[in-house]
Structures are given as C-alpha cells and as structure tokens.
C-alpha cells in the first residue's frame, strides 16, 4: 500500500493528528466530509482551557502539552492564527482545578474587587486564543508541506478506511455516532454572535460546566465573538434570535459598550461530548489492521488537540505492520 495511516474527520483534532503522523514519516491521507472551514473547529471559540472535558486528569495532561505547542505558534500569530491574550474566568478558583494548573505560569487569584460583574471570584490568566479560520488553515498547509494527501471522501465505516491502510485514527467526532456505533455521543449546541470590536482587547468567560447558559467574549482579528450556550443533546443548527439577543444582554452586563455593538454575523457549532469521556485507544480491526481512537473531546478540542495527537501518533505508530 502507498498509504500506511488514513485519519478520518478533518476538524482540528483530524488535522493535529494527521500532522503529527506525517512528522513521524508514516504516509498519510485525510479523508473529510466536510472542508475544514465547514467542521465544527470553525466555529470555536478557542480560548485554550480545559473545559466540559472528561477525564480531568488525562485532559490535564494533554492540555499542558498543547499549551507548549501554541507558545511556539504564538511567535507567527499571523500565519498561525494563535496569541496569547490576557483574561479573567470569572467565579472560578485555582484551588478548585487540576494539578495541571499549577504548570500554567501567570495564573493569579483575584481579590473580589478586581473581578469584573457581579462575580466574588475570579482568576486572571494570559493564556493562548486561537483564531480557528486562520488556524485551521495554517493546519491543512502544514499537514500538505509534509506530504499528508487530503481527500474530501466519507467512510461509511472503519473496514471501508481499512481497505486502504493498515491503520485508520478515528477523529469523526459527533460522527463517531455512526462510524463506529458510539451511542455515548451528544451534542452540546454552542451558539455565538460576532460583533464590530469597540475596543476590547481581554477576554472574559464565566462558564459553569453544569449550565446551559454562558457568558463570554474573545476579542479576535475583525470581530469580538460574544458566547454563549451549552445545549446538551440540541442539535438545533439554525442560530436562534432570543438567544442570541440574551447572550449579547448577558456580555454587556460586564462590558456595557456592548450592548449597541454592530452584529457582524452568527454562529452555532455542535460540541462532540462523549459519556465517559475521550476515547483515545486502539482496537484490532476486523480482518487485520489496527483502529485508533480520538474523539469525544468535548468542548476542549482546541485545548487537547496536540496533546491527544501525540498519542494518537504513539499508537498508531506502535501498529503499524
């Protein structure tokens, strides 16, 4: 076979994947549904931070290792689309994290004064945000500059990829539901609204894992992304007006200028949670070969990506015949 690896889904985590493979020297082809501009990593946030994923100490470990990557991507943030950016998580405290907090330099508890809103806690970190559009790009070049051979195809299942490699990573996503059964997977419906930038240059999140509803804003290159919602199981893809209007109400009760900022446009991205959290592990495929796993991250996938993609790479590279 010309090809030793096919990774499946062209989001972030597909991409991150396929590169890391091809800079071990595997052959490599990415076959996606969708063009990257038109995956759910396009519509992300992407202020890197581990949030709604499962399991904590694993995505600790995987987020520390992203984070070392986007410090070295954060000298080109023009081609790579990624800064770093100071902020406040509101009602949050650093005690109440993982050990791998402790590894993020920066992070400084607030005294309740100095947290913006109606909030008591809050913690100020200069952490990496990433404009997914510009990123997401920067990806596919990287991944075409080491020869990985990106094809717009679907695989009905596994065996069909397996036909064509000895090895197939698994990076559908909300796919996975179908690709391999995963009845585990749900949807959690983010809905965003992009607005003309008065002159706000930190972000802001106050996001409870728990809620439906969150409150944020990230100032990116053209646009302040305003957030946002975390629908469990609502696979509504249409942005919904009333809550649209209800994010924007709830960004200008910390930034009141925002409450007549110009609206450029809406978005709406399902995340892809999974019960149990992220599957990262390898299974024979039936009539030889070897599938790896890498879904389920959740609304973290920027945060983990290279984390993830290390040891994707690990054992597809472990597989191989």
């Known amino acids: 076979m010309d090809t030793e690896v096919i990774v499946v889904g062209g989001g972030v985590i597909g991409l991150t994947t396929a590169v ?40 600790g470990t995987w987020a520390l290792a ?44 607030l005294p ?13 970190a200069r952490i990496p945000l990433v404009d997914m559009p510009v990123h997401l790009g920067w990806l596919r070049g990287r ?23 000895p090895v197939v990573v698994n990076c559908t996503g909300l796919g996975a539901r179908e690709f391999v059964g995963d009845a585990g997977m749900r949807a959690v419906r983010g809905q965003l609204v992009l607005v003309e930038n008065p002159g706000v240059d930190t972000w802001f999140t106050a996001a409870d894992g728990a809620a439906d509803e969150t409150t944020y804003f990230f ?22 007006p009333a809550t649209a209007a209800a994010i924007v109400a709830r960004c200008a009760r910390i930034r009141p ?6 609206v450029l446009g809406h978005r709406v991205g399902l995340r892809p949670a999974r019960v149990g959290g992220v599957r990262l592990e390898s299974e024979p495929l039936p009539g030889g070969g070897t599938l790896v796993h890498n879904y389920g991250h959740g609304g973290a996938g920027v945060t983990v990506a290279w984390g993830c993609a290390d040891r994707a790479a690990e054992l597809a590279t472990a597989a191989r015949p």
Do not use: K, M, N
């Open 112 to 124: 309740p004064e100095e947290v913006p809103g109606p909030y008591e806690t809050g913690l100020a």
């Open 20 to 59: 890391r493979l091809a800079e071990r020297g595997l052959r490599v082809r990415l076959w996606s549904r969708d063009g990257a501009t038109a995956t759910t990593s396009a519509v992300a946030g992407a202020l890197w931070w581990p949030y709604r994923i499962e399991p904590a100490a694993e995505a």
């Open 143 to 165: 991944a075409e500059e080491l020869g990985v051979r990106l094809e717009r195809r679907t695989a009905a299942d596994p065996a069909e990829a397996g036909a064509a490699a």
């Open 66 to 109: 992203s984070l070392r990557v986007y410090e070295e991507l954060a000298g080109d943030p023009d081609g790579t689309g990624v800064r770093f950016v100071a902020g406040v998580h509101a009602d949050t405290l650093q005690a109440g994290l993982g050990s791998w907090a402790g590894e993020v330099g920066g992070l400084r508890q």
């Open 257 to 262: 200028e925002l409450a007549d900022a110009r």
């Open 219 to 240: 100032p990116q290159p053209g646009r302040l992304i305003l957030g946002g919602t975390a629908e469990e199981d609502d696979e509504r893809t249409e942005p919904d």
